[in-house]
């Protein structure tokens, strides 16, 4: 979970952040708010501050009470979610919209999913030409800086070389170092030209 502003945005694994379409404002939510919880809408049935859980110590929770939007005023489905200071469930306007196909608040995770394959994509696509920098695709030229790893994004792809001169490529290029489980590399990466 991620606090910001205010309001939270839900960080899905694999998907990125998910915001629902329908989240109306950033105030905190009072009993009677209609929420976003897991894709689903939910009221808020009571709110307990201040409560202490045993996984985390010395950690005040702020638990929600939430209720199926859909069930009417039966308690059996009712679920308690806590969270920790600031954050807490996104609001959403009472005329949501559903999916049609799978009942979930929009974006669903079907189309969550289909987002993140189309950026994994884009991201495979930077990883496809050897001797092009992944970080600012542009060529990497003998003159330049430059250090080469094996290719863990796309596996049957070319060696990966990134210019290391460059301060926003050589800061992705550690970033990779650490995906390839490579150790520190022997070679002084400060040695880039000025302006390069
Ligand atoms: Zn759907
Ligand atoms: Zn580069």
Same mark, same amino acid.
């Given at each position: 979970?991620?606090?910001?502003?205010?309001?939270?945005?839900?960080?899905?694994?694999?998907?990125?952040?998910?915001?629902?379409?329908?989240?109306?404002? &950033? +105030?905190?939510?009072?009993?009677?708010?209609?929420?976003?919880?897991? $894709? +689903?809408?939910?009221?808020? %049935?009571?709110?307990?501050?201040?409560?202490?859980?045993? +996984?985390?110590?010395?950690?005040?929770?702020? =638990?929600?009470?939430?209720?199926?939007?859909? %069930?009417?005023?039966?308690?059996?489905?009712?679920?308690?979610?806590? &969270?920790?200071?600031? /954050?807490?469930?996104?609001?959403?306007?009472?005329?949501?919209?559903?999916?049609?196909?799978?009942?979930?608040?929009?974006?669903?995770?079907?189309?969550?999913?289909? /987002?993140?394959?189309?950026?994994?994509?884009?991201?495979?696509?930077?990883?496809?030409?050897?001797? =092009?920098?992944?970080?600012?695709?542009?060529?990497?030229?003998?003159?330049?800086?430059?250090?080469?790893?094996?290719?863990? %994004?796309?596996?049957?792809?070319?060696?990966?070389? $990134?210019?290391?001169?460059?301060? /926003?490529?050589?800061?992705?290029?550690?970033?990779?170092?650490? +995906?390839?489980?490579?150790?520190?590399? /022997?070679?002084?990466?400060?040695?880039?030209?000025?302006?390069?």
């Amino acid at each position: 979970m991620l606090a910001e502003r205010g309001g939270i945005a839900v960080r899905i694994d694999g998907f990125g952040y998910w915001r629902p379409n329908d989240a109306a404002g &950033w +105030k905190s939510p009072e009993p009677g708010s209609l929420v976003a919880y897991d $894709f +689903k809408p939910w009221w808020v %049935v009571d709110i307990r501050m201040d409560v202490e859980n045993r +996984k985390n110590p010395g950690a005040k929770y702020t =638990v929600y009470r939430l209720r199926p939007a859909d %069930v009417g005023d039966s308690a059996d489905h009712d679920i308690h979610i806590g &969270w920790t200071n600031r /954050q807490y469930p996104q609001i959403i306007n009472e005329h949501y919209g559903l999916c049609v196909h799978c009942n979930e608040l929009l974006p669903c995770r079907e189309m969550m999913a289909e /987002q993140a394959a189309v950026r994994d994509m884009k991201n495979m696509a930077r990883y496809e030409t050897p001797g =092009v920098c992944p970080s600012c695709e542009e060529p990497v030229t003998h003159r330049q800086t430059s250090e080469t790893f094996p290719n863990v %994004v796309v596996p049957i792809g070319p060696p990966v070389t $990134f210019h290391a001169g460059r301060r /926003q490529c050589r800061r992705a290029m550690e970033e990779y170092r650490v +995906k390839v489980g490579q150790p520190e590399s /022997q070679l002084r990466l400060d040695g880039g030209e000025p302006g390069v």
